[in-house]
């Protein structure tokens, strides 16, 4: 078309010998109006071009002229043109997607499957690609920025080796309890044992992966699955004849589970642990029968299972400490499971700093991550994960356990079963009677984490000893600055040296500390309880209230409700 079409106001439009591009004419007339872009765009749509593309750019250069242009004068600008729709294709750079791209048309020649499709094997895009109808879709709503038309196929990693265990999990080994809560310490159960000839592993092979395709066609190959062997540590087990994907046992003991395989140990059994036997370092579980000596050491992986009594010995072991008898003298108890002493604990001397929760190297030790169960205590330092449970009395003992401690399970009379010392449980403390007719200080704390608050102590010990080392350096550091001659580089460098150390053992530590506060968890519900009595001498402390019994008391209950401590009878 490209006649002009005569609007009114001098306007008319009309396409160029080329029929692509749109012109706007102006012949000057007596009702020249104020024109705009949007006006400008209302004729062109209701004129034949309406469909044609218009140029802002060009239509501003115009409307600028069309301003500033005499009223006498004539002109012709170029406003828009004709265009063809189009498309593209934009493959990603790992060749596992392809996206179309449609610009509509503007008077011109419309987009089709056809094209579409030759652009994508212009693009030698072969796999993955989306049906027709939904390319027509797209193409039927004129316009597409990052339409997915083609995908690729992902491959499946295949599967490693997988290793199956065919030994029972050792049960955690508790005394039995009746349904009056009365422990039995005595009856614990056997130690789990693995007999010749058990099928202990059994190895399954690896499962191989599934191959996957770009949108080129091109196959990806999988990751395989690891073709993992047995461990080559085959320390009491052996292949199966019948079959080498499984491990049974040579011996009877203890099977251990390594990296991709297991081992079987026998069980140690001991008479004594004396100078005829030496210290005891065993990956396994240990059994004596009768009594470990003075300053005899034991070490086990396992279970250390004691027949006798044990004497100012070390016993170290990662599952359960059971002795049948009593323990005396500076002893250090440590295990990851629970610690059961049918007997007593009978420390060597009197703790130090007996009301504080403060680490002492001297005195007999019983750590456990998980719980403490014993007859007595007397000068003890205790610390449980779980809870402590004591049959008779706790007598001068620092005592911590991560959730309750209770004491006097079988006290009978007016024996109290907390004296002296201090006990600090997360929830819950509870005894027949507390405290001493003697008034000998007893402290009693619930409601936070023993443990933690330990640490934050052991933390603030660190950086009052941290600073006062620094002050000494920058002591020494003033003195070599007044007097250069009487030092030289090598030591200046030292001293700096251990001075940058300690503020950055600083920093470090008031970073810890300040985790430590910010993870502190109070019990809102803990309490103290005791049975029958509570004597003067008593400091019961729960979430850092502070409460002292300044006379003689019945059976207490103790909770702190708002930010009082609140005594009851039950």
């Not at 011996?251 to 026998?266: D, E, F, K, R, Y």
């Not at 079988?410 to 907390?418: E, F, L, V």
């Amino acid at each position: 078309m490209s006649d002009n079409v005569k609007i009114e106001n001098g306007l008319s439009f009309k396409i160029g010998s080329n029929n692509e591009t749109l012109f706007v004419t102006y012949s000057p007339c007596k009702d020249k109006i104020e024109l705009t872009v949007d006006i400008l765009k209302e004729r062109v749509g209701a004129s034949p071009f309406a469909a044609l593309f218009l140029d802002i750019h060009l239509v501003l250069e115009f409307l600028r002229h069309y301003k500033s242009a005499p009223d006498e004068e004539s002109f012709e600008f170029e406003i828009g043109e004709r265009r063809d729709g189009s498309c593209g294709i934009v493959l990603s750079m790992d060749k596992m997607n392809a996206h179309l791209s449609l610009k509509p048309c503007f008077g011109g020649k419309e987009i089709t499957l056809e094209e579409v499709k030759n652009t994508l094997t212009e693009k030698k895009v072969v796999f993955g690609i989306v049906s027709d109808d939904a390319i027509e879709q797209t193409i039927a709503k004129g316009f597409a920025l990052d339409f997915l038309i083609a995908e690729g196929l992902q491959p499946i990693a295949g599967i490693d080796t997988q290793f199956i265990s065919f030994v029972a999990e050792v049960n955690e080994r508790k005394p039995l309890v009746d349904e009056e809560g009365n422990v039995d310490y005595r009856e614990l159960g056997d130690i789990p044992v693995i007999h010749k000839d058990d099928l202990v592993l059994e190895r399954v092979p690896p499962v191989p992966g599934i191959k996957g395709f770009n949108i080129f066609g091109e196959i990806i190959k999988p990751t395989e699955g690891a073709n993992t062997p047995f461990s080559r540590d085959q320390k009491g087990v052996h292949l199966n004849p019948e079959n080498s994907d499984q491990l049974l046992a040579d011996i009877t003991g203890q099977a251990v589970s390594v990296p991709n395989g297991m081992i079987v140990l026998p069980v140690l059994t001991l008479k004594e642990v004396n100078f005829e036997s030496g210290n005891i370092r065993f990956d396994g579980s240990v059994i004596v029968k009768g009594d470990v000596i003075d300053g005899m050491k034991i070490f086990a992986l396992e279970d250390i299972t004691i027949g006798g009594n044990v004497t100012d010995a070390t016993l170290d072991c990662m599952g359960t400490l059971t002795i049948t008898g009593g323990v005396t003298g500076n002893c250090r108890l440590i295990a990851k499971g629970n610690i059961i002493i049918g007997g007593g604990a009978q420390g060597g001397h009197d703790i130090a700093d007996a009301h504080e929760i403060v680490d002492d190297t001297n005195a007999a030790t019983i750590v456990s991550h998980g719980s403490v169960m014993l007859g007595f205590a007397e000068n003890f330092y205790i610390e449980a994960g779980v809870d402590i449970v004591i049959e008779k009395y706790a007598m001068n003992n620092k005592m911590m356990a991560g959730n309750i401690i209770v004491t006097g399970v079988k006290n009978s009379g007016k024996k109290p079963s907390i004296m002296g010392g201090v006990t600090w449980a997360m929830k819950m403390v509870k005894g027949t009677i507390i405290g001493a007719i003697s008034g000998i200080k007893t402290c009693v704390h619930v409601g936070s984490n023993p443990h933690i608050q330990k640490r934050e102590m052991a933390i603030k010990s660190t950086l009052v000893k941290n600073v006062k080392e620094q002050g000494d350096i920058n002591k020494i550091l003033t003195f070599f600055d007044s007097h250069p001659e009487k030092t030289n580089n090598e030591m200046f460098e030292k001293l700096h040296h251990s001075l940058s150390k300690l503020i950055i053992d600083e920093e470090l530590n008031n970073a810890v500390l300040q985790e430590l506060r910010a993870n502190m968890v109070v019990m809102d519900d803990a309490k103290i309880v005791a049975e029958r009595a509570v004597y003067v001498g008593t400091e019961i402390r729960i979430n850092g209230k502070l409460w002292k019994a300044q006379e003689n008391r019945s059976k207490s209950v103790f909770k702190k409700i708002d930010s009082d401590i609140i005594i009851t009878s039950r």
